[in-house]
C-alpha cells in the first residue's frame, strides 16, 4: 500500500493551501483517513480526522479554517487548508486506517506558512 500526498507549499499568512493524498496498492477498504502534522522539535499532532461515514474531527488549532473531505471512489482525502497562520508550518503527513486496523503513512509534505 502507498500512500502519496501532494499540494504542500510556500504561502504568506492568510493563503490557503490543499493537499491530497491518494492511497493505491493492495487496499480494499478504508477506515479513517486523516491529516497528521508535525513541525520542527515537536512531536506528531493530529489535524483532522474523516470516517469512512463522513463523520470529522478536528484540532482545536484549526477548527473553523481547515476542511478535510474524501473521495472513497479514489480512495483520496484532502484538506483544504485557509487562513494559514504562521504556526501552520510543519510537514503534514496523511494516515489510512483499514477495518483490519492496518495503519499506513505517506511520506509527508512541507508546508510553510512565511511572509
Known amino acids: 500500500v502507498q500512500l502519496q500526498a501532494s499540494g504542500g507549499g510556500l504561502v504568506q499568512p492568510g493563503g490557503s493551501l490543499r493537499l491530497s493524498c491518494a492511497a493505491s496498492g493492495r487496499i480494499f477498504s478504508i477506515d479513517v483517513m486523516g491529516w497528521y502534522r508535525q513541525a520542527p522539535g515537536k512531536q506528531r499532532e493530529l489535524v483532522a480526522r474523516?470516517?469512512?461515514?463522513?463523520?470529522?474531527n478536528y484540532a482545536d488549532s484549526v477548527k473553523g479554517r481547515f476542511t478535510i473531505s474524501r473521495d472513497n471512489a479514489k480512495n483520496t482525502v484532502y484538506l483544504q487548508m485557509n487562513s494559514l497562520k504562521p504556526e501552520d508550518t510543519a510537514v503534514y503527513y496523511c494516515?489510512?486506517?483499514?477495518?483490519?486496523?492496518?495503519?499506513?503513512w505517506g511520506q509527508g509534505t512541507q508546508v510553510t506558512v512565511s511572509s
Open positions: 474523516i470516517t469512512s461515514g463522513g463523520s470529522t
Open positions: 494516515s489510512v486506517l483499514t477495518p483490519q486496523f492496518n495503519n499506513y
